[in-house]
């Protein structure tokens, strides 16, 4: 698989994953009817914020990955980042290769770390996955997000060292 920064032309294929993502409502905090629009501004900002895909051979997006600073002005020097994986294309890796990605990428721009906000604690992949990169729980917010079907569960804020 390919990473390559995603271009306009990626909308298209990023769009229905992500939608299905996000209105599913177990991994996300954004809004579950999140249109289109917002998503877009939300999903590919500005400079220097990045976006990622990753894509097969034939430049099938497999899923997409977009670093940010995770602050502003004196705090910028910290990453924030956040993945969707194509559920159509999960256990394939794709995750893993956008985190590592995601890391080298952040290092080499000169961000010294890197932070995620809200990492669903039932997101028991998400959190093995993201583990197993050097990440590490630093606090818990309980009840911070309402899940689907359980209820009120814990938000995790992760950081790793760069």
Same mark, same amino acid.
Do not use: C
């Given at each position: 698989?390919?990473?390559? &920064?995603?271009?306009? !032309?990626?909308?298209?294929?990023?769009?229905?994953?992500?939608? @299905?993502?996000?209105?599913?409502? #177990?991994? %996300?905090?954004?809004?579950?009817?999140?249109? =289109?629009?917002?998503?877009?501004?939300?999903?590919?900002?500005?400079?220097?914020?990045?976006?990622?895909? $990753?894509?097969?051979? #034939?430049?099938?997006?497999?899923?997409?990955?977009?670093?940010? +600073?995770?602050? /502003?002005?004196?705090?910028?020097?910290?990453?924030?980042?956040?993945? /969707?994986? #194509?559920?159509?294309?999960?256990?394939? !890796?794709?995750?893993? $290769?956008?985190? =590592?990605?995601?890391? &080298?990428?952040?290092?080499? &721009?000169? %961000? @010294?770390? /890197?932070?995620?906000?809200?990492?669903? &604690?039932?997101?028991?992949?998400?959190?093995?996955?993201?583990?197993?990169?050097?990440?590490?729980?630093?606090?818990?917010? +309980?009840?911070?997000?309402?899940?689907? =079907?359980?209820?009120?569960?814990?938000?995790?804020?992760?950081? @790793?060292?760069?």
């Amino acid at each position: 698989m390919l990473i390559r &920064e995603a271009t306009p !032309g990626d909308w298209p294929a990023i769009w229905p994953f992500l939608h @299905r993502i996000v209105a599913a409502g #177990d991994t %996300y905090t954004w809004p579950r009817d999140v249109s =289109e629009e917002q998503a877009r501004a939300l999903w590919i900002p500005q400079p220097p914020s990045r976006t990622f895909v $990753a894509v097969d051979p #034939d430049g099938t997006v497999l899923g997409s990955a977009k670093v940010n +600073p995770n602050h /502003m002005g004196p705090a910028s020097h910290i990453a924030g980042a956040s993945f /969707m994986v #194509d559920p159509e294309h999960a256990g394939r !890796g794709v995750g893993r $290769a956008l985190g =590592e990605f995601a890391v &080298e990428w952040a290092r080499a &721009e000169g %961000y @010294r770390a /890197m932070q995620f906000n809200a990492v669903v &604690e039932t997101n028991t992949r998400a959190v093995a996955l993201w583990r197993s990169l050097g990440f590490e729980v630093l606090a818990t917010l +309980p009840e911070g997000f309402r899940h689907p =079907e359980k209820g009120y569960v814990g938000l995790h804020i992760m950081y @790793r060292r760069l």
